[in-house]
């Protein structure tokens, strides 16, 4: 049960293995704890060793707000799992099917930082940064001036979403590749790696990373 808001998986598509990442979204706000980044970690570094191609399935909403997972180092576990996804040089492809909300698009699905293309769902989510910190930020006044603070804010944040974090918004702004309907799903994914395969990392000379 270790790390169980995400399931690794290996399997094949089309005869083609790849390693899964797959946000289960059973704990309590989607979110990702020690456990589960030092889990993403390892697989990934199986998968870049073996030279599986990874998918990365998102549903998340970042970490876990705890005093005690960052006691426990949620912070260092977080950079290191980035830091194995970035590393990997195999062929990676992201499906945002859910919510993909500040570190956690970063990690598992930014083009960014690590994924070579990257689709979403027309449902799904995407923000930079967490919704809340976001509309805390841009509308301070307008929040601490309203007669309910809370109301004011969970309203602002629910227009954000419904028009500022669709994945329609991402793909305008070029932070995904295509929005794509889930039944066109494993077709896509397979097209996407199938083109990948002949990719080719240009290496700075380095003799290896620092985590």
């Known amino acids: 049960d270790v790390g169980k808001q995400v399931k690794t998986i290996l399997t ?6 790849v390693g899964i990442i797959a946000g289960t979204g059973i704990n309590e706000g989607k979110r990702l704890d020690v456990k589960a980044c030092e889990k993403i ?58 919510v993909a909300y500040g570190a956690a698009y970063v990690a598992l699905a930014s083009k960014e930082a690590s994924f070579d293309v990257v689709y979403a769902w027309p449902t799904a989510k995407i923000s930079i940064s967490e919704p809340g910190k976001i509309v805390k930020n841009l509308h301070k006044e307008e929040i601490a001036a309203s007669e309910n603070p809370r109301e004011a804010e969970q309203l602002l944040i629910e227009n954000y979403l419904q028009e500022e974090a669709t994945s329609f918004r991402a793909a305008e702004s070029g932070y995904i590749d295509d929005v794509i ?12 790696l199938d083109m990948l ?15």
Request: include cysteine; hydrophobic fraction near 40%; charged fraction near 25%.
């Open 181 to 192: 309907k889930p039944a066109e799903t494993l077709a896509k994914v397979y097209s996407a």
């Open 197 to 211: 395969q002949s990719k080719r990392i240009l290496k700075y000379p380095k003799k290896h990373g620092s985590t």
């Open 41 to 98: 970690t390892r697989f990934a570094k199986v998968c870049d060793s073996f030279n599986i191609s990874i998918v990365s399935l998102v549903d998340c909403e970042g970490f876990v707000p705890s005093v005690e997972e960052e006691k426990n180092g949620l912070a260092v576990a977080g950079a290191k799992m980035v830091y194995s996804l970035s590393e990997a040089n195999v062929p990676k492809v992201a499906i945002i099917a859910g």
């Open 12 to 17: 094949q598509i089309k005869g083609l293995t």
